[in-house]
């Protein structure tokens, strides 16, 4: 639960993980101002690329942890036919899916205590504040870390309700999913008291 570090060691593995976060705000910032969707066509192209340096099994890694979208990509999807604003929906989801896409990238070869030692150093100005640049770094890292967790947790209990019932989840799966987040939640803690805390 505590990382998401692909089990496939590749080459990104071995790069510096500020470089990889500063590379990332960078293509995200790039994505927001390509408004055409060849151009973001081309952009999934390329992180598709990226992935496939990896091998086989670790772009059917990446490709598996995309699962969540679907969701966010039927209902852009469907909002859009029905407004006959085609173009406008095919630009969000392009742009939704190559930036998710790279973020799962960075996170599949990247460390946890890296990650947490990068925002660490980031935060550290915070501190005259009275925030402890740790914790901080600790919350981000474990919020990056938990959203990709806790979608692919929904899809699962939503799968479930569907194999049982041919009525659609839709509200009925927040209770199990909200349970589902604290036990996660729990479980995080009980791993971080044995590893030391956040200090």
């Known amino acids: ?9 590749i080459w990104a593995h071995r790069l510096p993980a500020g470089l990889k976060l500063a590379a990332l705000s960078l293509w995200t910032l790039l994505l927001f101002r390509l408004s055409d969707p060849a151009a973001l ?14 091998g086989p099994a670790f772009a059917l890694y990446g490709a598996r942890l ?14 859009h036919g029905w407004t006959g604003d085609l173009s406008t929906g095919a ?3 392009l742009r939704l ?11 599949m070869t990247t460390r946890l205590s890296d990650m947490i030692a990068v ?7 915070l501190a005259v504040f ?4 740790r914790r901080l770094a600790l919350a981000l890292a474990l919020v990056i870390r938990f959203i990709p967790v806790m979608a692919e947790r929904m899809a699962q209990i939503g799968d479930a309700w569907s194999a049982r019932s041919p009525r659609r989840p839709r509200w ?3 209770v199990p999913t909200t349970l589902a987040a604290l036990d996660d939640a729990d479980h995080a803690a009980e791993a971080l008291r044995a590893r030391g805390g956040a200090d």
Request: hydrophobic share 65%; glycine share 4%.
């Open 1 to 9: 639960m505590l990382t998401l570090t692909s089990p496939v060691e």
């Open 41 to 54: 066509l081309a952009a999934l192209a390329a992180v598709v690329a990226l992935q496939a340096t990896g």
């Open 66 to 79: 995309l699962r969540p979208l679907w969701p966010f990509i039927l209902i852009v999807g469907l909002w």
């Open 91 to 93: 630009t969000v989801i």
């Open 97 to 107: 899916i190559a930036a998710v896409a790279a973020a799962n990238f960075v996170t």
């Open 119 to 125: 925002i660490e150093t980031l935060a550290r100005p």
């Open 130 to 133: 009275g925030l402890s640049p």
């Open 172 to 174: 009925r799966i927040m």
